[in-house]
């Protein structure tokens, strides 16, 4: 009996087990504050999650929920004010200069080819990360002056939910929805959806878009799978901008000298009330990463996405009347389009540490295969003329006998095979090292349905990479990089011309090269950091055309742009924010055809860049104003229409509770006039005056 109390006592181990059983689990992160603009690890530039200062190139990043705020739900709204980027979107499509080179076939989508023609919507897109310079070596074919990569929103095991409702000027209202929930220790699924009615300062311009995108997520340790699909539909008016007025032409009717638009900005020079342009798209995704040992993985990843794009478009097609001489009026042309595309891209790689004496690696391998299919089939006819400063918009007498013909009714197909390797090295006192290679096969099959002809084209290339990173003294890392892209006949928008004259389908592969050099620093206990760049980016062996053979063409050309980039964000005192960057270029064509020798890239303006200050408490009254500044730029190849240089102010003022935000934003505050972007000197789109945005928010 006097031993059943010693046998009943827990021990000392029984009973530390018993408490620590009882003890609620608790995770330690390391997290920026709220506020703050800087990215964590980003992968776009090297495919792994890599931090910033160990990445020998510039890479930037966009937060979606601030352009948002400001009322943006486009790409062009998202990418304003970014160090050397410019945007020379169509109606129909997002395209933008990268260091002045087109980054039309350089869109991704969580890394997977994205380059289909269409306006992109961000109500899905968590950032936007931004690779400058050639980014073949990860990512294929391209223009090489970089790739954007926009980053969507996946679930995690947080339960969260937020909703919006935003109304702005011009007729703005939306709503969306963001709802995460873990399903049980392993499984979460995360729903987006939304829709916006978009009003415009623009006469007759408006649009209709929506989303829906679930996602699920399974993960186990290091192995995961991540499952996507979205769909998205635009619905609106196309609007091309406003004419420049021509004041000269040659004795062969062709202009030699513009002025700036005369017509009034909210003037519309389409047909009102038929004009309309839908984009419908759906993509699916398939993420899975498998660990085969400690520290190697496969991951494996599928892509399909599908475009549907139809419209009928009136829009000036030359800034005066040529059959009569008549610059007081414009020509005018009326498309019809319907388009599908469908991309099918799966990548199969390998990621794995390993050490060599007293080098450390870390090592990705892949293979990937790419099938595109693009269908354009267009009719085209004439529609009539309107006065060059107040069109009539509503004269469609165009319907009545005039009506579009059979144009192009094509059929491309698209594939590409490619091996990559690379290599990240730990080389030991403060020194890594960085070296890629990748080889492609590009193969393009190209139908004209009208003409019965058809044309196969195939071109292989290597891109190489290799760069260096030095931590000199703490916190200040010195770069170096060089790095080659490429960009094949049919590479860029889908598809050759079968039956053509000449030799432009017989060329090989156009080529670019980057070198930059550059310092990045963190500075006051890492709170402010800065990024200081030089680069040079060349298009060496550009297509030339023969002055005395129509079709015929030689690759002995050269564009260059050479600059110098800078960048800092961080928290410069207790929830005070700072982000601004600025670039310094001179894109020139320096080898080309006469007219163009000696010409700056269109489109590219040689200086840009913002600088934002923002206050950002956790809770209570929080505030952002900033400038964005773009330099002069040319609309056109020729240098004849320069669209002046611009400085925007933006500011936004919110309110936080527990629950709730509330925010009103201002774009444009001081309501300059301005242009924002030109797809030619009779297409130039002017800049919004000053717009409102009201935008409440609830989590729950």
Not at 18 to 43: M, N, W
Not at 210 to 223: I, N, T, V
Not at 284 to 313: C, K, M, Q, Y
Not at 564 to 587: D, I, K, P, Y
Request: hydrophobic content about 35%.
């Amino acid at each position: 009996m006097p031993a059943l109390p010693l046998l009943a006592a827990p021990t000392a181990d029984d009973q530390e087990e018993t408490v620590t059983s009882r003890l609620p689990a608790v995770e330690v992160r390391d997290r920026r504050s709220q506020g703050d603009p800087r990215p964590g690890k980003l992968s776009s530039a090297t495919r792994t999650a890599t931090e910033l200062t160990d990445i020998p190139q510039t890479v930037q990043s966009v937060a979606v929920e601030r352009v948002m705020a400001y009322g943006g739900r486009d790409m062009a709204a998202a990418l304003t004010g970014v160090p050397g980027i410019s945007n020379v979107s169509d109606t129909r499509f997002d395209a933008f200069r990268i260091r002045g080179f087109s980054n039309a076939g350089d869109m991704l989508l969580d890394g997977m080819r994205d380059d289909a023609q269409y306006v992109r919507s961000l109500g899905t897109i968590e950032r936007i990360e931004i690779l400058k310079g050639p980014a073949a070596v990860l990512y294929g074919r391209g223009s090489g002056g970089g790739v954007i990569n926009r980053i969507s929103k996946q679930p995690g095991q947080e339960a969260f939910g937020q909703a919006s409702a935003t109304f702005g000027s011009y007729g703005q209202q939306g709503v969306a929805l963001d709802w995460n929930r873990p399903l049980d220790a392993q499984w979460a699924m995360r729903l987006n959806l939304g829709r916006e009615h978009e009003g415009n300062f623009r006469d007759e311009v408006r649009g209709t878009r929506q989303y829906f995108a679930p996602s699920l997520k399974w993960e186990s340790g290091r192995d995961s799978w991540l499952l996507q699909a979205e769909y998205q539909e635009f619905l609106r008016t196309p609007d091309r901008g406003v004419p420049a007025r021509v004041t000269a032409l040659s004795p062969r009717n062709t202009a030699t000298a513009y002025a700036l638009p005369v017509a009034d900005d909210g003037k519309f020079f389409g047909a009102a009330g038929r004009d309309v342009l839908r984009d419908t798209t759906l993509a699916l995704r398939s993420t899975l990463t498998r660990a085969v040992a400690p520290d190697w993985s496969i991951r494996h990843g599928i892509s399909l996405f599908e475009l549907d794009s139809d419209f009928d478009n009136s829009f000036v097609s030359q800034s005066f009347v040529s059959s009569t001489r008549n610059l007081q009026q414009v020509q005018r042309s009326r498309f019809q389009q319907d388009l599908h595309q469908r991309n099918l891209q799966t990548n199969l790689e390998v990621l794995g540490k390993l050490a060599s004496g007293p080098l450390q690696h870390e090592l990705l391998a892949g293979v990937e295969y790419a099938w595109q299919k693009r269908d354009p089939r267009l009719w085209m006819g004439s529609a009539n003329p309107v006065s060059l400063r107040n069109p009539d918009n509503r004269d469609n007498r165009d319907n009545k006998g005039i009506v579009p013909q059979p144009w192009q009714m094509n059929y491309h197909k698209a594939s590409n095979l490619g091996i990559y390797v690379q290599d990240q090295i730990d080389l030991g006192g403060r020194l890594k090292g960085l070296f890629g290679l990748r080889w492609d096969d590009f193969d393009i099959d190209s139908r004209n349905q009208l003409r019965n002809l058809r044309s196969e084209r195939s071109s292989h290339a290597l891109s190489p990479r290799v760069g260096a990173v030095w931590e000199a003294i703490p916190d200040q890392h010195l770069y170096l990089s060089w790095s080659k892209n490429y960009a094949p006949v049919g590479g860029d928008v889908i598809g050759i011309t079968p039956g053509t004259e000449g030799n432009a389908n017989d060329l090989g592969p156009q080529y670019s090269r980057q070198v930059e050099t550059g310092l990045k620093s963190d500075w006051f206990d890492r709170r402010i950091s800065t990024t200081l760049a030089w680069f040079q980016l060349e298009l060496y062996n550009r297509t030339v055309a023969d002055p005395l053979k129509p079709g015929t063409f030689y690759q002995t050309g050269l564009e260059r742009n050479r600059g110098v980039e800078f960048s800092v964000a961080g928290e410069v005192l207790r929830h005070w924010f700072l982000r601004a960057g600025w670039t310094q270029q001179n894109a020139k064509v320096l080898q080309a055809e006469p007219q163009f020798t000696g010409k700056r890239a269109s489109g590219v303006s040689a200086r840009n860049g913002s600088l934002f200050v923002s206050y950002a408490p956790p809770l209570g009254w929080f505030g952002e104003t900033g400038l964005i500044v773009e330099g002069a730029r040319f609309a056109d190849r020729d240098n004849l229409v320069e669209l002046p240089a611009y400085t925007r102010w933006d500011a936004m003022v919110g309110y936080r509770l527990q629950r709730a935000d509330f925010t009103l934003a201002a774009t444009n505050l001081a309501g300059r006039r301005y242009y924002a972007s030109a797809t030619g000197a009779s297409q130039i789109i002017p800049g919004a005056p000053r717009t409102l945005s009201f935008t409440a928010t609830y989590r729950f």
